[in-house]
């Protein structure tokens, strides 16, 4: 059935159920759910977490038409920003439009360390761990052997020696986790290895821990799009396009607009991960450091000009090493809903279409940047917060929200005023 989302964003939230619905996208069940707001039950969020008194909610968005690889996805996303959905909606229909995003994973691997100290002869200590290798990958496997039986486990090992105030021998070992995210597996795996790993050095261990900077689970994200797509005037595209390509070089050279930059990427990315029941924080903890991987941070993503072509390059790479399997995944039904929506995705699929997301984001906040502003896009959502926070009900909405942008700078205050005017 071919997919039409007109006026999507317009529609009540039932009509985007039954637009779901009727596009095989969710089931009878997921559709019943959403409508009766099944959420995470008490019971299982006490099995969850600890000093549970409650659950917190957060609206439940898609972003549709993001195609990747020839593939079109309706993306779930949970954020309580606005212009955050709008602007990545808008992106992915731009996008669709100029063909899409390929993307790829390089290799999905975790890393965990083992840190040593204390080895009287670091040199001689690393070459002995090396030459029993094979020993070792095979110990850490033994360690966890039902991810060897679905096709994973220890892959290859290597060792640094790492200088600070106190001198360190680490020991690196890469495992491919498969579907999960493998930070349990990782550290049995270590904790296996800790005792012969201080036989062989001589030394001690201080711990043997899972690494969050994903280096061996690489994902690179790239589109073209011409400059038509970009406004109907030539000259006025052209710019935009020259526009958005210096604020690419502008997060590359400084910091400071680079932190900005990459947590407008993050915008979208976190908002996936929550949604897919992905741990956003250590996603985002390797992509920060992976922005400073040459030493200096910069801007995850890069959008350059094709003058002979007039198109727009985007390109992103940055770790993402999510899972589809493990945590909470198979408990929380918003989770379960959310690979449902996705078409149950294997986990280099999803991160394929996660990082195309944060680069659909960053496209979107860099085009309004050089072009409206960002405020431009931002009013409409504001002032309806600012209508809600100021007690206004359903149908006082719209007609506060039209009255504040009219006024163009404004407040709570201002709204609470109008609010007051529009009663009597």
Same mark, same amino acid.
């Given at each position: 059935?071919?997919?039409?989302?007109?006026?999507?964003?317009?529609?009540?939230?039932?009509?985007?159920?039954?637009?779901?619905?009727?596009?095989?996208?969710?089931?009878?069940?997921?559709?019943?759910?959403?409508?009766?707001?099944?959420?995470?039950?008490?019971?299982?969020?006490?099995?969850?977490?600890?000093?549970?008194?409650?659950?917190?909610?957060?609206?439940?968005?898609?972003?549709?038409?993001?195609?990747?690889?020839?593939?079109?996805?309706?993306?779930?996303?949970?954020?309580?920003?606005?212009?955050?959905?709008? =602007?990545?909606?808008?992106?992915?229909? !731009?996008?669709?439009?100029?063909?899409?995003?390929?993307?790829?994973?390089?290799?999905?691997?975790?890393?965990?360390? #083992?840190?040593?100290?204390?080895?009287?002869?670091?040199?001689?200590?690393?070459?002995?761990?090396?030459?029993?290798?094979?020993?070792?990958?095979?110990? =850490?496997?033994?360690?966890?052997?039902?991810?060897?039986?679905?096709?994973?486990?220890?892959?290859?090992?290597?060792?640094?020696?790492?200088?600070?105030?106190?001198?360190?021998?680490?020991?690196?070992?890469? !495992?491919?986790?498969?579907?999960?995210?493998?930070?349990?597996?990782?550290?049995?795996?270590?904790?296996?290895?800790?005792? #012969?790993?201080?036989?062989?050095?001589?030394?001690?261990?201080?711990?043997?821990?899972?690494?969050?900077?994903?280096?061996?689970?690489?994902?690179?994200?790239?589109?073209?799009?011409?400059?038509?797509?970009?406004?109907?005037?030539?000259?006025?595209?052209?710019?935009?396009?020259?526009?958005?390509?210096?604020?690419?070089?502008?997060?590359?050279?400084?910091?400071?607009?680079?932190?900005?930059?990459?947590?407008?990427?993050?915008?979208?990315?976190?908002? !996936?991960?929550?949604?897919?029941?992905?741990?956003?924080?250590?996603?985002?903890?390797?992509?920060?450091?992976?922005?400073?991987?040459?030493?200096?941070?910069?801007?995850?993503?890069?959008?350059?000009?094709?003058?002979?072509?007039?198109?727009?390059?985007?390109?992103?790479?940055?770790?993402?090493?999510?899972?589809?399997?493990?945590?909470?995944?198979?408990?929380?039904?918003?989770?379960?809903?959310?690979?449902?929506?996705?078409?149950?995705?294997?986990?280099?699929?999803?991160?394929?279409?996660?990082?195309?997301?944060?680069?659909?984001?960053?496209?979107?906040?860099?085009?309004?940047?050089?072009?409206?502003?960002?405020?431009?896009?931002?009013?409409?959502?504001?002032?309806?917060?600012?209508?809600?926070?100021?007690?206004?009900?359903?149908?006082?909405?719209?007609?506060? #929200?039209?009255?504040?942008?009219?006024?163009?700078?404004?407040?709570?205050?201002?709204?609470?005023?109008?609010?007051?005017?529009?009663?009597?």
């Amino acid at each position: 059935m071919k997919k039409s989302w007109n006026g999507f964003s317009k529609k009540s939230t039932q009509k985007r159920l039954e637009l779901l619905k009727a596009q095989a996208l969710i089931s009878l069940e997921s559709q019943s759910s959403l409508e009766n707001n099944e959420n995470l039950s008490l019971a299982t969020a006490d099995q969850l977490s600890e000093n549970v008194v409650g659950t917190f909610s957060l609206p439940y968005s898609v972003v549709p038409e993001l195609l990747v690889n020839g593939k079109e996805y309706t993306v779930p996303y949970v954020t309580e920003e606005p212009s955050v959905v709008a =602007a990545a909606s808008f992106a992915s229909k !731009v996008i669709k439009r100029a063909g899409g995003f390929t993307a790829q994973v390089h290799q999905r691997r975790m890393i965990g360390q #083992v840190a040593l100290y204390q080895v009287p002869d670091r040199s001689l200590a690393a070459e002995t761990i090396i030459s029993k290798k094979a020993d070792l990958l095979e110990l =850490a496997n033994q360690a966890y052997p039902s991810i060897v039986k679905r096709g994973g486990g220890a892959r290859d090992l290597h060792v640094e020696q790492v200088t600070g105030e106190t001198e360190f021998l680490v020991v690196y070992l890469h !495992v491919d986790t498969q579907e999960a995210m493998g930070a349990n597996m990782l550290n049995t795996m270590l904790e296996a290895l800790k005792p #012969v790993l201080e036989e062989l050095s001589q030394g001690q261990s201080l711990m043997g821990i899972l690494s969050n900077y994903a280096t061996d689970s690489l994902v690179t994200a790239t589109c073209r799009i011409a400059f038509r797509y970009l406004s109907r005037q030539k000259d006025e595209a052209r710019e935009i396009a020259e526009k958005m390509a210096l604020a690419s070089q502008f997060a590359q050279a400084d910091p400071y607009r680079a932190a900005t930059h990459n947590k407008g990427i993050f915008n979208g990315i976190d908002a !996936v991960l929550i949604a897919t029941g992905n741990d956003w924080r250590a996603i985002e903890a390797g992509a920060h450091a992976y922005a400073s991987h040459d030493g200096t941070y910069r801007g995850l993503s890069r959008w350059t000009i094709d003058l002979e072509k007039e198109e727009l390059v985007g390109e992103m790479t940055l770790p993402m090493p999510v899972a589809t399997k493990g945590g909470s995944i198979g408990l929380n039904p918003r989770v379960i809903l959310s690979h449902e929506l996705l078409g149950y995705p294997s986990a280099k699929e999803l991160a394929q279409v996660i990082v195309s997301i944060g680069l659909a984001q960053n496209f979107a906040a860099l085009k309004a940047l050089v072009s409206t502003g960002i405020q431009h896009g931002h009013m409409k959502l504001q002032a309806k917060s600012l209508a809600l926070l100021a007690g206004a009900n359903e149908t006082e909405v719209a007609p506060l #929200v039209e009255r504040l942008i009219a006024e163009k700078t404004f407040n709570l205050e201002t709204a609470q005023r109008y609010l007051e005017i529009l009663r009597s």
